[in-house]
């Protein structure tokens, strides 16, 4: 057990609330995988209700958890949300790594229960869940009970899966709850949004903003890297188009909502995205051959679910109903994400946000985004928004301020590397970041141009690259900067930067994918073992990542 007797290190404080178990059960470790915190929160509310029932357990980070205690675990519950595109969450992949490692153990001993959070919207639901499942089976531990996979709307799931995880462990199943589990959440705070500027030049479909909210009413602390999270408001011309469409009335009076047919239209339900559960219910409603095609046929129903909404659906697949029938099969209205822009070293009174309006044309119909369309256009200067903050602790600055920064990102990828240089500049720290980002056109997308020049100017930024895809005739993006600077990049990673990937996914991927060819150039690695060092790189934190 070399390995893993290196493994057994100063732990890091488990949440325990050491109780004297009254029903005879061996302690149960609870470890979660999360990336905006909500499978903390259902791994927390775990352990408080074992707490609550008698029953000892302890809570842990999976990435602050010593692998090596696994053997000698009898009862586990793994909690793990999924990140990218199926991904595991960053604090899981070390988790995982060592799970998976050659070393590791068989786990005859361990039975386990997994709940696994994700977002139906996405074609690997639940992935990560999945992904650790698998492996704890393949290590011959044995499952308590079947997986339970969570939609964005996880609370009611996750709460019975703690229930039930505690009727089969201890075999008790309580006529009367000593205790009920609950999942509260955090409540979203009211601001105001004071300023508002356009960053992209001309007129433009997509425009971008900077947008300010005030952060000295209900202050809030947040680090550099930090998110936002802000409920929005559906556009009003597509709940029109809906409401003509279906042929109803818009101030009619939901029996199953106290509200009307509009307003929970526009602020309670998702029309901007259609997803699987949205089409299985409509099909209960509507008994449609064509409809049910579409849902067998796992390529066409996935190009459909990209590229229509609630009022495609309605129209492609029509079908009378009643208000309330309609509001049955839609979903909660989710929260959108931003990322801050502003330092909270420099400039803690503000909450500075960037964000790109999505607005394009298909189908021969105008189509726009929820959030973005909310707060770039909905909201006026002055107007009152409601947030709640997402720590995103993988995503932070590094511990030690001498650490060099790679900062890779496209559009508005941009907004934690300015939340960034307005921190390193707030406290002296020169010529360690290095830009290397991209848009269309520079002429009217070089979003803080003026500003980001300065930080170059006063040393703030050691270097900045930019790559404009559209403005030669062969497109270049940011990973062409990682090949034309790539002796520069590997002295910075010699001495010790990390790199840091923001903006779409597509774009983390490429860069991702040009990083092992480097490696594979520079280092005479083989591709296997170029992308074993691009994994070690990611689950060591050295590669860090923020893409959506
Ligand atoms: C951690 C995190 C940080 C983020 N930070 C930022 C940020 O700093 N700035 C920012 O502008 N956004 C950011 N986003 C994205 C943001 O949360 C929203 O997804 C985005 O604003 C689109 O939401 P929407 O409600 O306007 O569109 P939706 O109503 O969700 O979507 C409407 C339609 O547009 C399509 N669509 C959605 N997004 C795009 C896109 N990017 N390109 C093309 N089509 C799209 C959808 O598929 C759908 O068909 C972040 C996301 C995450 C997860
Ligand atoms: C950038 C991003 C990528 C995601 N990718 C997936 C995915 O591939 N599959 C999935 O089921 N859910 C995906 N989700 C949804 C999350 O798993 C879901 O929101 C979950 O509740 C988050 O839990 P957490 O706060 O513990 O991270 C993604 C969410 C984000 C923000």
């Known amino acids: 057990m070399g390995f893993f007797s290196a493994l057994i290190k100063k732990k890091d404080k488990p949440l325990n609330l050491n109780i004297k178990a009254d029903i005879k059960c061996p302690p149960i470790t609870i470890l979660y995988g999360t990336k905006t915190g909500n499978a903390q929160l259902v791994a927390q509310q775990a352990h408080k209700y074992y707490h609550q029932c008698g029953i000892e357990s302890e809570c842990y980070n999976m990435e602050k958890y010593d692998v090596g205690r696994l053997p000698a675990e009898h009862k586990l519950l793994v909690v793990v949300s999924t990140d990218g595109e199926g991904e595991l969450p960053p604090n899981a992949r070390k988790f995982f790594a060592l799970l998976q490692h050659e070393e590791m153990p068989m786990l005859p001993n361990l039975q386990y229960a997994v709940c696994a959070l994700g977002d139906s919207s996405y074609d690997n639901f639940c992935g990560a869940g999945k992904t650790i499942e698998k492996q704890l089976q393949k290590l011959g531990a044995q499952a308590i009970m079947s997986r339970v996979d969570c939609d964005l709307d996880f609370k009611k799931p996750a709460l019975q899966w703690i229930q039930n995880s505690y009727d089969t462990i201890t075999g008790v199943k309580k006529e009367a709850p000593i205790a009920e589990p609950e999942i509260t959440e955090p409540d979203f705070i009211s601001t105001t949004l004071t300023k508002r500027q356009q960053l992209t030049k001309g007129e433009t479909p997509q425009a971008v903003y900077h947008i300010e909210l005030d952060n000295t009413t209900n202050k809030v602390d947040y680090a550099a890297g930090d998110c936002i999270e802000i409920i929005p408001s559906n556009p009003i011309k597509l709940v029109d188009q809906i409401i003509d469409t279906l042929n109803l009335n ?3 009076q939901l029996i199953s909502n106290s509200h009307t047919l509009e307003y929970a239209l526009l602020h309670q339900f998702e029309i ?54 309609f509001i049955s099969i839609l979903q909660p209205l989710h929260s959108r994400y931003y990322s801050i822009a502003s330092g909270a070293k420099a400039k803690a009174d503000q909450i500075d946000l960037t964000v790109k309006t999505i607005r394009f044309q298909q189908k021969e119909r105008e189509y726009e985004g929820a959030g973005s369309t909310y707060v770039n256009e909905s909201l006026e200067e002055g107007a009152e928004i409601h947030f709640r903050l997402v720590a995103n602790p993988s995503f932070h600055l590094p511990d030690d301020p001498a650490t060099p920064l790679i900062m890779i990102g496209v559009g508005t990828g941009i907004a934690p590397y300015r939340a960034f240089l307005q921190d390193l500049k707030a406290q002296g720290i020169k010529n360690k970041a290095w830009l290397i980002w991209g848009d269309k056109h520079q002429t009217t997308d070089f979003l803080y141009e003026d500003e980001l020049i300065d930080y170059y100017k006063n040393n703030t930024l050691a270097f900045i ?15 062409q900067r990682l090949i034309d600077y790539q002796d520069r990049l590997l002295e910075w990673l010699d001495d010790g930067a990390m790199i840091y990937l923001c903006g779409h996914n597509k774009m983390g991927d490429q860069v991702k994918q040009t990083l092992v060819h480097i490696y594979m150039n520079a280092k005479g690695m083989s591709e296997q073992e170029a992308r074993a060092y691009l994994r070690e790189q990611r689950n060591n934190n050295i590669i860090r990542e923020d893409l959506y």
Do not use: G, H
């Not at 099909?283 to 449609?288: E, G, P, R, S, Y």
């Not at 690259?465 to 990973?479: C, G, M, P």
């Open 250 to 252: 818009q101030s009619q």
């Open 272 to 325: 901007t995205k259609l997803t699987r559960p949205v089409i299985r219910r409509y099909m209960k409603i509507n008994i449609n051959e064509s409809l049910k095609r579409l849902y067998n046929d796992k390529e066409a129903l996935r190009d459909y679910l990209v590229s229509s909404d609630v009022l495609d659906l309605i129209k492609d697949y029509p079908c009378q109903m009643d208000a309330d029938e």
């Open 465 to 479: 690259n930019t790559a404009f895809s559209r403005d030669q005739e062969q497109k270049e993006y940011v990973q």
